[in-house]
């Protein structure tokens, strides 16, 4: 798909998820446990070294608990903070009240030891919009795709949202990069690894 019209697509993606209703309230809450529970119960997850979490976003599923049913378990937790450059850094967090609003509003450690993720790690993925196949739409400052540009030998991508978020199919270039599974409140979904350099990996 030519540049011009991939941003087409995805800008109107956006505007139409974003349009759409979520769960709120009591009913995100409830579903929201659900959601934690599998992934928490994901084998990627039962089986990582560090977990890299993000701080959620009013339309998407709450992820405090997950916080802290790791913390509570002792898994090292990273959360990631936005550098000049527009990527990532991951830094670890012990507890959230330590979390300060960062330049987008979005939660994020304010200072700490720098961590490189890689095999072994789990990152936690946010977005706005999910298929079957892996793909996946942001809010369009491809910091994650930035962060995480190689598919193999890196750490393992896991997208968190609401089934509700999950369309037939999401726009994708040759720098977007796909995720390896998806956790919804209906349960888990695993995607193959692709060779990098093919389909957005």
């Known amino acids: 798909m030519p540049a011009a019209a991939l941003a087409v697509a995805k800008r109107e993606l956006r505007a139409r ?23 928490l119960d994901a084998p990627e997850f039962r089986q990582a070294r560090r977990v890299a979490l993000f701080a959620s976003l ?12 790791l913390r509570l378990k002792g898994v090292g937790i990273l959360m990631p903070r936005v550098v000049p450059d527009d990527r ?13 609003p960062g330049p987008l509003g979005v939660l994020e450690p304010p200072s700490g030891a720098v961590q490189e993720l890689s095999f072994g790690d789990v990152v936690v993925v946010p977005g706005l919009a999910f298929d079957r196949r892996g793909g996946r739409l942001g809010r369009g400052k491809g910091y994650y ?13 896991i997208g968190y949202a609401w089934a509700c978020r999950i369309v037939a199919e999401v726009p994708m270039g040759p720098h977007d990069r796909r995720i390896d599974a998806l956790v919804t409140e209906f349960g888990a979904m695993r995607f193959e690894r692709r060779m990098e350099g093919h389909d957005g990996i």
Do not use: K, N
């Open 17 to 39: 998820i974003l349009a759409s209703p979520v769960p709120r309230g009591d009913a995100a809450r409830a579903a929201g446990l659900v959601a934690a529970a599998a992934l």
């Open 88 to 100: 990532l850094e991951f830094l670890p967090v012990r507890h959230w009240a330590a979390l300060r």
């Open 58 to 69: 009013g339309d998407e599923p709450p992820t405090r608990p997950l916080f802290e049913t």
């Open 145 to 157: 795709d930035r962060s995480f540009p190689s598919g193999l030998g890196g750490p393992r991508l």
